[in-house]
Each structure stands twice: as structure tokens, then as C-alpha cells.
């Protein structure tokens, strides 16, 4: 790791701050990991300014999954209060979501920056498929799996969001809405497991990017402390912004402006690592 000099200190804090005030608003708007602003903003700010090299893509995603953990409990925390969480399905699918996150962090550790953008990429347009294409009420089956299919996607799930840095809302409420539950519901439920993806992952970035090379100063392993402290209090204090301004606009507009953005985005993190 290498010292920044004052002004770029400055210029780094400043596209931090801005990282987390726009995850949060657009977690509270979509109901999606901030993860899919935060890492793109963070990784472009590290590229940008010089600093780290090939552990640049591992350490914004890393640093996304620490913050992820205070913004999914205070979530969760107001969608009980509102009865919103199916405690059942939070209790069963958690533990495997929990283990699919470590695995993810694991294979993130050991995979290149280069291969790294592109699962980061695919997932990321899928998502945005899933955004601006897919009807909200469309399902494919008329409940959630159960046995070992319910292990395997919690684990897919939990190891897809930590190699992209992001919570539960994205694939865990996906999956639920397909599978008939409300999205209110499927929302409330799958923030609780960004707890257990963020817990996991981010030990899991922690141990496997210790003595990584090219990673950003004031780093430990994969997670950026500042960074991480800078984007957890924005994030969890601008959500409910979010909450209440998706209230007042028309949704299904911004839904697809936010997709068409989620593509270019994945696009441009491909290209910038490749």
C-alpha cells in the first residue's frame, strides 16, 4: 500500500461521501443493495486517483459488504416493527445464505480483477433485467422451494451478493417475488439477509485479501476502513430519503431509467478491469 498525498485524501474522502449518499438513496428508492452504486463509484474513484492496482475491483466490493451490514439491520429492524418479515423463511434460508456468502468470498478471493468485472457485469444486467423487463407481479412457481433446493439457491444467493458487494434485496427479493410472495414481503425478508451476506463476506474479504498485493491505503485485507465508515453512516442515515421519494415519483419510469443505468454501469466496470 502506498501513501496519498493531502489533496488526494481529500478528492477520495469527497467520492466516498458521494458513493454513500447515492447507495442509500437508491436502496431506499428500489429496494436493491446500495452495493450497485457503491462499488462502481468507489472502484472508479481508487482507478481514477491512481492508488492500489489489481485488488482496486476486490476492495470496493469488499467495503460495500461491511457497510451492508448496518444499513440491512436497520432495515430489518423497521420491517418488523411493521410486521412486514417472514420470520420462517428468514430462519431457514439465513444459515445457507450465510455459507454461500463465505464460499463467495472465498472464490472472489482467489479470482482476477479481470474475472471478478465480469461476474460483477452479468449480474449486475441481470438485475437490470429484472428492473426494467420484468413485470413486478410476474412469478414462475407458487411458493418457495423447500429442502435441498432452498439450500442451494440460499447459498447461490448469498454467494452471488458477495461477489458483487451487495445485500439480500436484489436476488433474495427477486427469487421471493417469483416465487409468489408480495414484494413488500419479499423486500422486508430479504433484507435480513444482508446481515448474514455482509457478516460472512466481509470476514471472508478481510482474510483472503490480507497480504494481497495492489489493494488501496488504509486497507485491511479487502475492506477500506475509512471508506467502509464514510458510506455505512450516509447510507443508513439518506435510506428513508429514498423511502419517501419513491412515493412521490412515478416508479415504474424510474425503474427503467435505473436499469438502463445498471447496464451501462456493468458495462464500463467490465471495460475499466479488462
Known amino acids: 500500500m502506498i501513501a496519498l ?3 488526494d ?14 447507495g442509500g438513496i437508491v436502496a431506499g428508492l428500489f429496494g436493491v443493495g446500495g452495493g450497485t452504486v457503491i462499488v462502481p463509484a468507489v472502484f ?4 481514477v486517483l491512481g492508488v492500489g492496482g489489481e485488488g482496486n475491483l476486490h476492495t470496493a466490493i469488499g467495503t460495500s459488504l461491511l457497510t451492508i451490514v448496518a444499513t ?5 429492524r423497521a420491517h418488523r416493527s411493521h410486521g412486514a418479515v417472514d420470520e420462517d423463511v428468514l ?12 464460499m463467495g468470498a472465498a472464490v472472489a478471493g482467489v479470482t482476477s480483477m479481470e474475472g471478478l468485472a465480469v461476474v460483477y457485469g452479468v449480474c449486475l444486467a441481470l438485475i437490470a433485467a429484472q428492473l426494467g423487463l420484468m413485470p413486478e407481479r410476474f412469478t414462475l412457481a407458487s411458493d418457495l422451494p423447500t429442502g435441498w433446493a432452498r439450500r442451494g439457491l440460499g447459498s447461490l444467493i448469498g454467494g452471488l451478493s458477495a461477489m458483487m458487494g ?3 434485496g436484489s436476488f433474495g427479493g427477486m427469487m421471493m417475488t417469483l416465487c409468489g410472495r408480495p414484494i413488500h ?3 422486508a425478508t430479504a433484507s435480513g439477509f444482508g446481515v448474514a451476506i455482509g457478516a460472512a463476506a466481509t470476514l471472508g ?24 465508515i464514510v458510506m455505512a453512516v450516509l447510507t443508513t442515515a439518506v435510506a428513508p430519503w429514498g423511502a419517501k421519494l419513491a412515493h412521490s415519483l412515478d416508479k415504474r419510469v424510474l425503474r427503467k431509467a435505473f436499469a438502463v443505468y445498471l447496464l451501462a454501469t456493468a458495462l464500463s466496470v467490465v471495460v475499466k478491469a479488462v
Open 185 to 187: 414481503q419479499a423486500v
Open 205 to 228: 474479504f478481510v482474510a483472503f485479501g490480507w497480504d494481497a498485493a495492489g489493494r488501496p491505503p488504509f486497507s485491511l485485507g479487502y475492506i477500506n476502513v475509512p471508506g467502509a
Open 44 to 47: 472508479y474513484a481508487f482507478e
Open 166 to 168: 451487495i445485500g439480500g
Open 91 to 102: 430462519r431457514t434460508w439465513t444459515p445457507w445464505v450465510g455459507v454461500g456468502a463465505l
Open 72 to 76: 440491512s439491520w436497520r432495515s430489518l
Open 9 to 22: 485524501v481529500l478528492l477520495l474522502l469527497a467520492a466516498l461521501i458521494a458513493a454513500g449518499l447515492a
Open 5 to 7: 498525498p493531502l489533496p
